[in-house]
């Protein structure tokens, strides 16, 4: 039985997806079974997939016959997984070879941690590292950011299973921000963490600067917070922290660009937008 469960949704992911699971197969810390779950691709994704399954046993393929999105293949994978860590990857992120061995170090280590994320990079369609974020690193630290943000990057958690079967995996009511939903429900009954250490490399896409989407995870995001102040896992004065997003809903996207720009620079902005 292995030690962790790296789950991976992929859907037409051809591009970037064979990088991906690479990044994987690499680390240092090699006890783990690679969850990847095939959500309806009609592209090369199959194809890859199999050849990747049949280079190395530790990866397997779960094929949904249609399309069912992120939240559900996720609980589709947690239902098979034998790791007593469950921990996440994007199709077309990656990770760094030390990885799953800090993060388990971490864990065992910390019994009181439920949760640890860590630090990262983004990188464009090249592969190039066009910005680096630290967020917060403490329990208090993150506690105090929930209210207003989502200060762990979903592709970098790893878990302890037993949390997620207590708060019964992730909410498939959300299609969008079912992370930051999850960290919400999850916070009460452990601590959390982010390692300062760069162990995840987030690749800069198109779905990240449509303004579409952005206006949509905000959207969840809201109902989120919502959710939590209602649950009494923040106070009522935290409704003011709903009050910047819900006005960036009803921004053009002209504005979305221009904050796009103000995080990455406009020379990375170009440049990665380029390379999609």
Not at 115 to 126: E, N, W
Not at 206 to 214: H, L
Request: proline share 4%; net charge positive.
């Amino acid at each position: 039985m292995p030690r962790i469960s790296i789950l991976l949704s992929v859907c037409n992911g051809e591009r970037y997806l064979r990088s991906a699971i690479e990044s994987l197969l690499a680390q240092t810390y090699r006890d783990f079974e690679l969850l990847v779950v095939d959500d309806g691709s009609n592209d090369q994704t199959s194809a890859i997939l199999r050849e990747e399954s049949q280079r190395d046993a530790r990866v397997r393929v779960i094929t949904n016959p249609t399309n069912l999105g992120l939240t559900r293949s996720l609980n589709i994978a947690l239902a098979q997984a034998q790791g007593a860590y469950i921990a996440r990857m994007d199709a077309d992120d990656i990770a760094r070879p030390d990885r799953l061995e800090k993060q388990v170090a971490f864990l065992d280590a910390h019994m009181d941690v439920g949760l640890v994320g860590s630090a990262y990079q983004f990188i464009d369609g090249a592969g190039d590292v066009i910005g680096e974020r630290h967020p917060p690193t403490t329990d208090r630290e993150l506690r105090r950011a929930l209210p207003r943000t989502n200060p762990l990057l979903h592709s970098s958690v790893m878990m302890r299973k037993e949390l997620l079967d207590r708060v019964h995996d992730y909410d498939e009511n959300y299609h969008r921000a079912q992370d930051y939903d999850l960290w919400m429900r999850v916070a009460p009954l452990t601590a959390l963490a982010n390692l300062p250490y760069v162990l995840m490399q987030k690749r800069f896409t198109t779905g990240m600067i449509s303004y579409a989407r952005e206006r949509e995870q905000i959207r969840c995001a809201l109902r989120v917070r919502w959710r939590a102040i209602r649950r009494g896992s923040y106070p009522y004065w935290c409704l003011i922290f709903l009050v910047k997003p819900l006005v960036a809903t009803l921004l053009p996207a002209s504005v979305v660009r221009r904050v796009r720009i103000h995080l990455f620079g406009q020379s990375q902005y170009k440049q990665a937008t380029k390379k999609m």
